[in-house]
């Protein structure tokens, strides 16, 4: 069966730290991938996506950035955290027909 | 950007209650879903409705999809104190997607025993 597997499931870092959060999903091949951003527990605003190795599509202009290293692997990073980056990251794969599977979530504070 | 629209924010009833939750969206779909999350923790999906279908159920679940209106609304019936979670609308837009979903702000959905 797949699973979704992300880590850490807390996270306090500096203001000015370098960040990185990684997804790994298994029992799949060739997913699409995504990282999401929610703030205060309310609506999820969708960062990046991949399609495949090495493609990676931003949706919003910020700070962070992401990387494909490997078909089941997504990692989210940045060179220097801002405070306005702190906020609840998913990962999430997607099955076409049944939606999406979610990861854990990594609650990020920064300080 | 979020596109989806839910009402109301925040839903309290008493267990064996009825919840209806609505959803409205911009353009046009291909598939509209609904997910929960309980506190602090990943979302889980429940149920997809496409957008030639009009009514779903899934137990206690029951979604109905008005594509010229372009809304949604969820109905949980006989609820349970395990029921209270946050609850989510998300839109499959229609053509090329990547199947990049755009979600609903939620309703926070309190049930009391």
């Known amino acids: 069966s797949q699973t979704i597997h992300q880590w850490p499931a807390t996270l306090v870092q500096p203001v000015g730290s370098p960040l990185s959060l990684e997804c790994t999903v298994e029992g799949t091949s060739n997913p699409n991938l995504y990282w999401y951003r929610q703030a205060a527990g309310r609506g999820l605003q969708l960062l990046f996506y991949s399609v495949g190795i090495g493609q990676i599509s931003s949706e919003v202009p910020q700070n962070l950035s992401a990387s494909r290293p490997q078909d089941r692997q997504f990692i989210l990073s940045s060179k220097k955290l801002l405070l306005s980056d702190s906020g609840f990251y998913l990962c999430?794969?997607?099955?076409?027909?049944?939606?999406?599977?979610f990861g854990s979530g990594t609650r990020l504070t920064v300080v | 950007s979020q596109q989806g629209e839910e009402d109301p924010q925040a839903l309290s009833i008493q267990e064996g209650e009825n919840a209806t939750m609505n959803c409205s969206y911009k353009t046009s779909i291909n598939n509209l879903q609904w997910y929960r999350q309980n506190s602090g923790r990943g979302l889980v999906h429940l149920i997809l409705?496409?957008?030639?279908?009009r009514e779903k159920h899934s137990g206690r679940l029951r979604v109905t999809l008005d594509t010229s209106k372009k809304s949604s609304s969820l109905l949980i019936t006989a609820s349970r104190a395990a029921d209270t979670a946050s609850y989510f609308c998300a839109s499959l837009a229609g053509g090329t997607s990547y199947g990049k979903l755009t979600f609903g702000q939620g309703t926070i959905l309190t049930v009391h025993p």
């Open positions: 999430a794969w997607n099955e076409q027909h049944y939606g999406y599977t």
């Open positions: 409705i496409r957008s030639n279908e």
